[in-house]
C-alpha cells in the first residue's frame, strides 16, 4: 500500500521542488551574466580556491562539486581553454590527475565572488532571520546525511 504524502509535507515538498528548481537559473543567470561563467563552472572554481595550494585531485574535486568525473573533465576541460585550470598528473600517484587554479583562474573567482555572494544574500539570506538560517542548515545537513549514505 502507497503511503501517500500528508497535506503539510505536499506542501512542504513542492516549495522545496520549486527552489530546487528555480535557484540555479537564478544564480546561472547572474553568474553568466556578469561573469561569464556557469554556476557549476564557478563553483568548480571556488572549491579549487580553497583548496590547499589551490590544486586538487580530480576525483575530490568530483565529491566536492557532486559531479560525475565525465561531466568535471568537460568543465576543466573548458575552464583549461580558458586559462583557469591547469591539470597535471599527480607527484603522489602517477595515476591519478590534479586541477590547480592558476593565477588567471584565481583573479576571476576574486572578481566573481561579490556578485555571487550578493545574489545569494538577496535570493535566499535576506528573507531568513538568524533561526530560519540554522533551520535551514539543520535540515539540509540531515537531507545530505541520509542522500550521501
Known sequence: M???LDDAQQQAWRKLIEVVELLPGALDSQLRRDSDLSHFDYFTLAMLSEAPARTLRMTA???L???TLPRLSHVV???EERGYVERA????DRRATNATLTDAGWQKVVATAPG???TVRDIVFAQLDD???ADLDRIMARILAHLER
Open 65 to 67: 562539486t557532486n559531479a
Open 61 to 63: 574535486l568530483a565529491e
Open 89 to 92: 598528473a599527480c607527484p603522489e
Open 77 to 79: 576541460s573548458r575552464l
Open 131 to 133: 533561526a530560519d538560517v
Open 2 to 4: 502507497t503511503h501517500w
Open 116 to 118: 555571487h555572494v550578493a
